[in-house]
């Protein structure tokens, strides 16, 4: 008896231990075994033997490129966008091998991630989220022949570019629909933290809704974490409390959010995702999400034949980066005749999100007569448009 | 602030309060028979993680309510082998338990996270169902919210008005004592972590498929110890818990209203709100405690063999 507990025991134990490694682990980095590794390995000692083995080239992928998600892939959200436009590169070219790591929660999991994705032959590196991007150029000198390609930030280096949709415009747009759908002139916004980004997205919305509406307020809860859901429920409700009639978001996932709005009967719009409309079958407004799939698949081409350049870029819904999602079952023909006119005069140039002057809360004026916000300003700013009610920062 | 945000707060109040209060009525029922479970954290996750998936995979909100339930029994049974049968420091098993359910809880939601479920259904508070509109979805409950305060009451009537009440209490104070009146206290302190573990997993069914109607890992965000806190604060009784529950969930949801109202505080302050606001209570409280806590809580009971 004493013997089977004494078993039983370190077999609890073992599995107690491997869990707990298991969260650290979850990173599916699984490296296809099958591949033969095309690369020297990541000690970059000189290759002194390896002519002598050459691998046959036809037999291996003629790219292998890493990506590493920030969150879990089919969370229909951000990082369901980005696996989605990581897989497209293998859709058009399908002799790339593509590595991928989900939940790499920080920066260090993703310097590690990222340096195995090396050891393992890839070549050109996407590093999805917002905490990635230091380890990436951190790693970007210590492996010049390596192409990294960072999705929404701002650093730029000579084998390290980013790039990113360009929701402020869409942002704009959202806010015309909300505009025009509330009745009690309230709009909420569940955000995870007063950062430069949510910022801006929360100025355009207002700015979009107040064109069509000028009595409407923006009024933003914080969640403090990207993943909340609890807390993310508790936001939506308490914006809902103050009859708030539209929702939007700026977390990772937007289920939680949308579910608790559709749940209590009011409209939402969503972010990050497309998918985010079966949340809510009923009082769903529209939504924007990223398809950077072709992006990817042209930046990945470019690494293939040696043209690739560190370039900067930023590309919104003419060039396909972004898409909106179809309208839900409530918004009148009116709603969606509006929105697709202020998206062809956005991209004329006869309306600009953030043309002066504009107003910050306390009235004092942040973008001059005839100024506009500039792309590279936007991750500075820490202040709400006038008609915004919440803290900036 | 008008009578629709001050209504409002009551109303997350209990939406996010009911979660809580299971957690913590199970860890009260846990307590009571002398076993602290610090893994707590652990199984509201791997319960909810669990729950999901089943709800997912049945479509039926209720085998996934029963399946959490389970969930969160067995996982207290595995902490009650290591601290009953093998004798294990509880504090580091619980540690061990919390860790074993982050790990267990993501490779079991993981298949799920991002899939749509159909939710518990929720019925109008009645008499109420002239109001407003406006006011209506305020009240408007799932029915593991309509059971959580008779749950409490259950739990009060199960301690301290049953045989198996005070054979439970019996053993948390003198467990030497209640072997020698003929009491199994190894049984009986299985029994507390079970009942523990099923409330736990009612809790935590009603984060992910009634509340959140999602599966995040960690998504639990520290509410396990936030209910062992409140039954500190609730000196182990289960009526005094729901008081704990309404303070903290309370001013969650009052840091929120004034977040939303305009209200010219950093939020990352107010954020802070309902923690500061637990332990203010708890160092006030503290002074005034006596005889509450069960006087052999988290100690080994050697036996007697």
Same mark, same amino acid.
């Given at each position: 008896?004493?013997?089977?507990?004494?078993?039983?025991?370190?077999?609890?134990?073992?599995?107690?231990?491997?869990?707990?490694?298991?969260?650290?682990?979850?990173?599916?980095?699984?490296?296809?075994?099958?591949?033969?590794?095309?690369?020297?390995?990541?000690?970059?000692?000189?290759?002194?033997?390896?002519?002598?083995?050459?691998?046959?080239?036809?037999?291996?992928?003629?790219?292998?490129?890493?990506?590493?998600?920030?969150?879990?892939?089919?969370?229909?959200?951000?990082?369901?966008?980005?696996?989605?436009?990581?897989?497209?590169?293998?859709?058009?070219?399908?002799?790339?091998?593509?590595?991928?790591?989900?939940?790499?929660?920080?920066?260090?999991?993703?310097?590690?991630?990222?340096?195995?994705?090396?050891?393992?032959?890839?070549?050109?590196?996407?590093?999805?989220?917002?905490?990635?991007?230091?380890?990436?150029?951190?790693?970007?000198?210590?492996?010049?022949?390596?192409?990294?390609?960072?999705?929404?930030?701002?650093?730029?280096?000579?084998?390290?570019?980013?790039?990113?949709?360009?929701?402020?415009?869409?942002?704009?747009?959202?806010?015309?629909?909300?505009?025009?759908?509330?009745?009690?002139?309230?709009?909420?916004?569940?955000?995870?933290?007063?950062?430069?980004?949510? *910022?801006?997205?929360?100025?355009?919305?207002?700015?979009?809704?107040?064109?069509?509406?000028?009595?409407?307020?923006?009024?933003?809860?914080?969640?403090?974490?990207?993943?909340?859901?609890?807390?993310?429920?508790?936001?939506?409700?308490?914006?809902?409390?103050?009859?708030?009639?539209?929702?939007?978001?700026?977390?990772?996932?937007?289920?939680?959010?949308?579910?608790?709005?559709?749940?209590?009967?009011?409209?939402?719009?969503?972010?990050?995702?497309?998918?985010?409309?079966?949340?809510?079958?009923?009082?769903?407004?529209?939504?924007?999400?990223?398809?950077?799939? *072709?992006?990817?698949?042209?930046?990945?081409?470019?690494?293939?034949?040696?043209?690739?350049?560190?370039?900067?870029?930023?590309?919104?819904?003419?060039?396909?980066?972004?898409?909106?999602?179809?309208?839900?079952?409530?918004?009148?023909?009116?709603?969606?005749?509006?929105?697709?006119?202020?998206?062809? *005069?956005?991209?004329?140039?006869?309306?600009?999100?953030?043309?002066?002057?504009?107003?910050?809360? *306390?009235?004092?004026?942040?973008?001059?007569?005839?100024?506009?916000?500039?792309?590279?300003?936007?991750?500075?700013?820490?202040?709400?448009?006038?008609?915004?009610?919440?803290?900036?920062? | 602030?008008?009578?629709?945000?001050?209504?409002?707060?009551?109303?997350?109040?209990?939406?996010?309060?009911?979660?809580?209060?299971?957690?913590?009525?199970?860890?009260?029922?846990?307590?009571?028979?002398?076993?602290?479970?610090?893994?707590?954290?652990?199984?509201?996750?791997?319960?909810?993680?669990?729950?999901?998936?089943?709800?997912?995979?049945?479509?039926?909100?209720?085998?996934?309510?029963?399946?959490?339930?389970?969930?969160?029994?067995?996982?207290?049974?595995?902490?009650?082998?290591?601290?009953?049968?093998?004798?294990?420091?509880?504090?580091?098993?619980?540690?061990?338990?919390?860790?074993?359910?982050?790990?267990?809880?993501?490779?079991?939601?993981?298949?799920?996270?991002?899939?749509?479920?159909?939710?518990?259904?929720?019925?109008?508070?009645?008499?109420?169902?002239?109001?407003?509109?406006?006011?209506?979805?305020?009240?408007?409950?799932?029915?593991?919210?309509?059971?959580?305060?008779?749950?409490?009451?259950?739990?009060?009537?199960?301690?301290?008005?049953?045989?198996?009440?005070?054979?439970?209490?019996?053993?948390?104070?003198?467990?030497?004592?209640?072997?020698?009146?003929?009491?199994?206290?190894?049984?009986?302190?299985?029994?507390?972590?079970?009942?523990?573990?099923?409330?736990?997993?009612?809790?935590?069914?009603?984060?992910?498929?009634?509340?959140?109607?999602?599966?995040?890992?960690?998504?639990?965000?520290?509410?396990?110890?936030?209910?062992?806190?409140?039954?500190?604060?609730?000196?182990?009784?289960?009526?005094?818990?729901?008081?704990?529950?309404?303070?903290?969930?309370?001013?969650?949801?009052?840091?929120?209203?004034?977040?939303?109202?305009?209200?010219?505080?950093?939020?990352?302050?107010?954020?802070?709100?309902?923690?500061?606001?637990?332990?203010?209570?708890?160092?006030?409280?503290?002074?005034?405690?006596?005889?509450?806590?069960?006087?052999?809580?988290?100690?080994?009971?050697?036996?007697?063999?």
């Amino acid at each position: 008896m004493k013997r089977i507990h004494g078993i039983l025991a370190i077999i609890i134990g073992a599995v107690l231990a491997i869990s707990a490694c298991a969260q650290q682990a979850t990173p599916t980095a699984v490296p296809e075994p099958t591949t033969p590794p095309t690369a020297v390995p990541a000690t970059a000692v000189p290759p002194t033997e390896a002519p002598a083995t050459e691998v046959p080239a036809e037999e291996g992928p003629c790219l292998i490129i890493g990506a590493t998600y920030g969150g879990p892939i089919m969370d229909a959200g951000y990082n369901q966008a980005m696996h989605e436009a990581i897989a497209a590169i293998k859709e058009n070219i399908s002799c790339v091998s593509i590595i991928e790591a989900e939940n790499v929660y920080d920066e260090a999991g993703a310097t590690s991630t990222i340096e195995n994705m090396i050891a393992e032959g890839a070549k050109m590196i996407f590093a999805t989220a917002y905490a990635h991007q230091y380890p990436a150029l951190g790693l970007a000198e210590k492996y010049p022949d390596v192409v990294f390609e960072h999705v929404g930030g701002w650093e730029m280096g000579a084998n390290f570019a980013n790039i990113f949709g360009k929701p402020p415009d869409v942002w704009y747009m959202m806010g015309v629909a909300a505009g025009m759908m509330t009745e009690t002139n309230k709009l909420g916004f569940v955000a995870a933290f007063p950062l430069a980004w949510t *910022d801006v997205f929360v100025n355009a919305y207002a700015l979009g809704a107040q064109s069509v509406n000028p009595d409407v307020e923006v009024i933003v809860g914080y969640t403090f974490g990207w993943g909340d859901s609890a807390k993310e429920a508790e936001t939506t409700n308490s914006l809902i409390n103050q009859e708030v009639d539209v929702i939007s978001m700026h977390v990772d996932s937007p289920q939680t959010v949308i579910s608790t709005a559709e749940s209590r009967g009011v409209y939402s719009i969503g972010y990050q995702n497309l998918a985010a409309q079966q949340f809510a079958p009923e009082y769903w407004i529209t939504g924007q999400g990223f398809t950077l799939g *072709d992006k990817f698949t042209w930046l990945a081409s470019t690494v293939m034949d040696g043209t690739w350049e560190p370039i900067f870029l930023r590309c919104g819904l003419s060039d396909g980066c972004m898409a909106i999602a179809p309208f839900g079952p409530k918004v009148p023909q009116e709603v969606v005749d509006k929105v697709a006119q202020v998206q062809a *005069d956005l991209e004329s140039g006869k309306i600009v999100t953030f043309a002066g002057p504009i107003k910050d809360q *306390d009235g004092n004026v942040k973008i001059k007569e005839g100024e506009v916000l500039t792309d590279d300003a936007m991750s500075n700013v820490d202040w709400f448009v006038q008609g915004v009610v919440g803290s900036p920062k | 602030m008008s009578l629709l945000a001050l209504l409002g707060v009551l109303s997350s109040t209990i939406f996010s309060g009911t979660s809580l209060l299971y957690a913590t009525l199970g860890e009260v029922v846990t307590e009571r028979s002398g076993t602290v479970n610090l893994g707590l954290e652990g199984v509201l996750l791997v319960s909810a993680a669990t729950g999901y998936g089943v709800t997912v995979l049945t479509a039926n909100p209720l085998v996934g309510v029963l399946a959490a339930m389970l969930t969160g029994g067995l996982v207290n049974l595995i902490f009650g082998y290591l601290i009953i049968t093998r004798k294990a420091n509880q504090l580091a098993a619980g540690l061990a338990v919390m860790f074993f359910g982050y790990g267990l809880s993501a490779l079991i939601g993981k298949p799920f996270v991002g899939k749509l479920i159909k939710s518990l259904p929720r019925y109008m508070f009645p008499g109420l169902e002239d109001l407003p509109l406006r006011y209506t979805s305020l009240f408007k409950f799932d029915f593991l919210i309509y059971l959580v305060i008779p749950m409490a009451i259950f739990i009060w009537w199960l301690l301290y008005r049953t045989r198996w009440g005070l054979s439970l209490r019996a053993v948390g104070e003198n467990a030497e004592t209640a072997y020698a009146s003929g009491r199994n206290p190894g049984a009986i302190k299985f029994q507390g972590l079970f009942v523990g573990g099923l409330l736990a997993g009612l809790g935590a069914a009603h984060l992910s498929i009634a509340f959140t109607m999602n599966w995040a890992e960690y998504m639990t965000g520290g509410r396990g110890f936030i209910a062992i806190a409140l039954v500190i604060f609730s000196k182990w009784h289960p009526i005094r818990a729901i008081a704990g529950v309404l303070v903290f969930s309370g001013a969650v949801a009052f840091q929120l209203l004034l977040q939303v109202s305009g209200v010219n505080i950093s939020p990352f302050i107010l954020d802070m709100f309902p923690f500061v606001l637990t332990l203010t209570v708890l160092l006030i409280w503290g002074g005034t405690r006596k005889h509450s806590a069960p006087a052999t809580l988290g100690r080994v009971y050697e036996g007697t063999e």
